[in-house]
C-alpha cells in the first residue's frame, strides 16, 4: 500500500485543515478487491524506529473505523481533530476485501503540518538597506514597445572601421508630441573614448533629462580611435507626465561612417568626408549639427551583436545582484529533528554549513504574487550540528522582479526579500529556534545578475570568501532590515518542486576558430555547464538556442528579446573553476561557448534538464517506431513546459501560462504524470485573474493589459 498525504509522499507542508489521504492496494488472492478502509493516525514520535502497528505508546487522534467504500483510496479527507502547526503525525491503512475479510495494517507513513497562513508566522521579512537596487540607466536588455515584444540594444560600428579610425554614429529617437516637460534617461556604452550630443547639446554618456524635445529627436555619437573592442550601445527612454513614452535604441536603422586617420585640423563634413579648415571647439561639430538633414546620405551601421553577446560581455551597469543573507548561530545541543520553513520575494537558494539545503531550483517559482507568495519547508537534521552552524541564502529577481514576456522587470514589485524560521528539537525536548530579523547580515555574492528571461552572470572574484560557511562577518556585509512595503500572504505550495533531471553529454562538440559549439541532441529546458581556467576576469560565455542557422551558427530570432545568456568571469587561480547557474533556466537543444583568455575544458561539457518533479503515471510502446518517437515527444514536452506555469514555449521572451494551449495538452500529460498539484497551483491563479464581469484572463498568472490582450475570448476562455 502506498500511502499519500495532500498526493505527496512524507509531506512536510500539509494545511493544518483539508488534508486529503491517498493509497494503492494489490492483492495475491485473485478475484478479491478492496470493499471498505480503515485509517487510524497518531503523533509521530521524535526519534526511534517506526512503529509496525497504530497505536502503542502514541495516542490515537483519528480512527475513522470500518468505512464501506469500494472506490476508497483517492483524496479521502481527514475528519478528525484539528491538525497542529509544525507537528508530525503517522497514518496507516487497513482494507477489507468484498467477502469481510481483513487484511494486515499497512507500513506508516507520515505527515507533518506546515505554518498554515500568514499569521502563524513569527519571522519577518528582511531584506538589504539598500533594496530596491537603483538602475543608473535604462534598461539595456530589453527596450519596451507598447504593443508586443520590444527590441535588444545592438553593439554597432562602421563598416571597414579599423583601430585608428574615429567612428560617427547617428541614431533617432521620437519624444511624445505636443509634450512639454520631458523627461529622460540615456545610456550610451563604448570600450573606447565616447563623446555624444542630443540635438547638438553635448551631454554625458549615462544621463538622465537629456535636452530631448518634442517630436524628432537626434543622437550623435563620435567614438576614437583604440584598442579596444569596438562598438557602441545605446538605450534610451522618453517620457511626460500624461503621455505615452518613447522608448528607442541602437540597432539597424542607426547610420555610422568611419573616419580614417588623416592630418588635424581637417574638417569633416556630415557624411563623414575629410574637409580642410575645422578645428575642434566646444560647439558641436558640422556633421553633428547636419545630421538632422544628412542622415538618410549616411550608410546604415553594422551589427555586430547584442548587450551581453561575446565578446563584450555584460555591461556592470546593468548589475542587479542577488540580495545575500546570513545567520552564524550557535546551537546547544544535538539535533533529533530540524526543519527550515522558508518564503522569499524572488527564487531563492539556500546553505547550511556551506551544503545546500535542497537541489530544486526556480524556487518558489511563478504564482500571482499580486495574491499570495508559496512557502517551502526543507528537512535539514543531517545538515545541523550541535555547536557552531552558519544559515545561508541568495534570493535573486525570479518572478517577482524579473524579467515576464516583453513586459520588463519588476511587475510585481523591486526589492527582494527572505523570510525564515530554522526550527530545532533535541531527543530529550529541547527546542531551539533562528528567526529572519534585524540579526541577520546582509551582502552580495559573485552571482552580479540572474534573470528568468536573459540568464546570469557571475563573477568568481567578488565572491566574498567563507560567506557561507564562516562565523566572522565577511566584508561587505551588513545588518539586514526589515521590509519596509507590505507582502503578499503566505500559502502552503501546491506545485511539485522543480528538480534536476536527467543530464545530457553532446552528442557533438564542434571546435570553431572563435568558440564552441555543442549540440545536445534534443531540446530541453535546463541549463548547461561546465569546467574552465584563466587569468582572473577572463570571461566565459554561453549561449542558448533551440536550432542553428544554415551556416551553422545559433539562430536566435526566434528568441526575440531573450537574451538566453549565462556569463562567468573566472576567479583565475590557475585552477579548473566549475561553471554552472544558480537561477536561470533555457530551452535550447545548442549551445556556443565563447571563450576570451580562458581554456574550456570540452570532456567536461555537459546539460542538465530540470522540470516539474511529478510523479510519472501511464506509458506507452508499440512496434512503430513513429508512435513511439511522437510518444517521446509529449513527454519532453511536458518536461520543458511544466515548470513554474505551463507555458507555450520555454525559450523565448514570452513563458507564460496560455490557457488554450495547456487544454489542449492537459490530456495527455496527464496520462504520462500525475499533474494534479502543479494544474491545481496553476488554476487557483487562474481563478484569482478572473475579470469582475467573469470573463477569463488568457494566461495565469494574469499579467497582460486587459485593454490590448481582452480576456473572454473563445478558444481560450473555455480552457
Excluded at 554552472?580 to 561539457?605: K, L, M, N, Q, W
Amino acid at each position: 500500500v502506498d500511502l499519500r498525504a495532500d498526493r505527496r509522499s512524507q509531506p512536510l507542508s500539509c494545511q493544518p485543515s483539508g488534508v486529503l489521504l491517498g493509497w494503492r492496494s494489490s492483492s495475491s488472492v485473485p478475484g478479491t478487491s478492496p470493499a471498505a478502509w480503515r485509517v487510524v493516525m497518531s503523533e509521530a514520535p521524535l526519534g526511534g524506529q517506526p512503529a509496525q502497528a497504530p497505536g502503542g505508546s502514541d495516542p490515537v487522534i483519528w480512527d475513522s473505523g470500518w468505512v464501506d467504500d469500494p472506490e476508497g483510496g483517492v483524496d479521502v479527507p481527514y475528519e478528525g481533530p484539528a491538525l497542529e502547526p509544525r507537528h508530525r503525525y503517522r497514518w496507516w491503512v487497513r482494507l477489507r476485501d468484498q467477502l469481510g475479510r481483513a487484511g494486515p495494517w499497512s507500513e506508516p507513513a507520515d505527515l507533518e503540518v506546515g505554518l498554515g497562513d500568514t499569521a502563524s508566522w513569527e519571522a519577518g521579512w528582511v531584506t538589504a538597506s539598500e533594496e530596491p537596487l537603483a538602475q543608473p540607466g535604462p534598461d539595456l536588455d530589453l527596450v519596451r514597445n507598447l504593443v508586443g515584444p520590444g527590441e535588444v540594444p545592438r553593439w554597432l560600428w562602421a563598416a571597414d572601421a579599423g583601430d585608428d579610425c574615429t567612428v560617427r554614429l547617428l541614431g533617432t529617437v521620437w519624444a511624445p508630441p505636443g509634450a512639454q516637460a520631458l523627461h529622460s534617461k540615456l545610456a550610451l556604452h563604448a570600450f573606447r573614448p565616447l563623446r555624444a550630443w542630443v540635438n547638438g547639446h553635448p551631454v554625458e554618456p549615462v544621463a538622465a533629462d537629456a535636452p530631448f524635445e518634442s517630436g524628432l529627436n537626434v543622437i550623435a555619437v563620435e567614438v576614437g580611435p583604440g584598442q579596444g573592442l569596438p562598438g557602441v550601445l545605446a538605450s534610451i527612454e522618453v517620457s511626460a507626465e500624461a503621455l505615452r513614452g518613447s522608448v528607442s535604441c541602437s540597432g539597424p536603422s542607426w547610420r555610422a561612417v568611419a573616419v580614417p586617420a588623416g592630418p588635424p585640423g581637417q574638417r569633416l563634413g556630415a557624411n563623414g568626408a575629410r574637409e580642410p579648415g575645422w578645428e575642434t571647439q566646444q560647439a558641436a561639430p558640422p556633421w553633428v549639427v547636419e545630421g538632422r538633414t544628412q542622415l538618410e546620405a549616411w550608410p546604415k551601421a553594422v551589427v555586430l551583436g547584442r548587450h551581453g553577446d561575446a565578446p563584450w560581455g555584460r555591461l556592470p551597469s546593468s548589475y542587479r545582484p542577488p540580495l545575500a543573507l546570513r545567520r552564524p548561530f550557535e546551537l546547544p545541543f544535538a539535533p533529533a529533528r530540524g526543519r527550515l520553513y522558508v518564503a522569499s520575494l524572488g527564487d531563492h537558494r539556500l546553505w547550511l554549513n556551506g551544503e545546500a539545503v535542497s537541489d530544486r531550483v526556480l524556487c518558489p517559482g511563478w504564482r500571482d504574487f499580486r495574491y499570495h507568495v508559496p512557502y517551502q519547508v526543507y528537512d535539514v537534521t543531517h545538515l545541523l550540528a550541535q555547536g557552531p552552524n552558519l544559515l545561508a541564502a541568495l534570493v535573486a529577481d525570479g518572478w517577482w522582479a524579473g524579467s515576464i514576456a516583453w513586459f520588463g522587470r519588476g511587475f510585481y514589485g523591486r526589492s527582494r526579500a527572505l523570510r525564515a524560521e530554522l526550527e530545532v528539537l533535541g531527543a530529550g525536548g529541547e527546542h531551539f529556534r533562528v528567526l529572519t530579523d534585524e540579526s541577520w547580515q546582509a551582502g552580495r555574492s559573485k552571482v552580479r545578475f540572474a534573470d528568468p528571461i536573459h540568464g546570469e552572470c557571475q563573477d568568481a572574484r567578488l565572491e566574498p570568501q567563507g560567506w557561507l560557511v564562516s562565523q566572522a562577518q565577511p566584508p561587505g556585509f551588513q545588518p539586514a532590515v526589515a521590509l519596509a512595503t507590505a507582502a503578499p500572504a503566505l500559502v502552503a505550495e501546491q506545485a511539485p518542486p522543480v528538480r534536476p533531471g536527467k543530464v545530457f553529454t553532446p552528442a557533438s562538440v564542434e571546435r570553431r576558430e572563435e568558440c564552441w559549439l555543442v549540440d545536445f541532441g534534443q531540446n530541453f529546458s535546463g541549463r548547461a555547464r561546465l569546467r574552465a581556467r584563466g587569468v582572473p576576469g577572463a570571461r566565459v560565455v554561453v549561449t542558448h538556442a533551440e536550432v542553428c542557422t544554415p551556416s551553422g551558427d545559433l539562430w536566435r530570432d526566434g528568441l526575440r528579446t531573450a537574451r538566453a545568456t549565462d556569463e562567468y568571469l573566472l576567479e583565475g587561480t590557475g585552477d579548473w573553476e566549475h561553471l554552472e547557474p544558480y537561477f536561470s533556466v533555457h530551452g535550447f537543444r545548442f549551445a556556443r561557448i565563447d571563450a576570451t583568455r580562458a581554456e574550456v575544458d570540452p570532456a567536461s561539457i555537459e546539460a542538465v534538464a530540470v522540470w516539474a518533479d511529478m510523479e510519472p503515471l501511464g506509458s506507452f510502446s508499440c512496434s512503430d517506431p513513429r508512435l513511439n518517437r511522437l510518444q517521446e515527444n509529449i513527454i519532453w514536452s511536458a518536461r520543458s513546459n511544466f515548470l513554474a506555469v505551463p507555458t507555450d514555449c520555454p525559450q523565448r521572451d514570452e513563458r507564460l501560462g496560455w490557457t488554450g494551449d495547456v487544454q489542449v495538452f492537459a490530456p495527455p500529460a496527464a496520462f504520462n504524470y500525475d499533474v494534479r498539484g502543479f494544474l491545481e497551483s496553476w488554476l487557483e491563479d487562474l481563478r484569482l485573474g478572473q475579470l469582475a464581469d467573469g470573463a477569463i484572463p488568457h494566461v495565469a498568472p494574469f499579467v497582460c493589459d486587459p485593454s490590448k490582450l481582452v480576456p473572454g475570448a473563445a478558444g481560450w476562455q473555455v480552457a
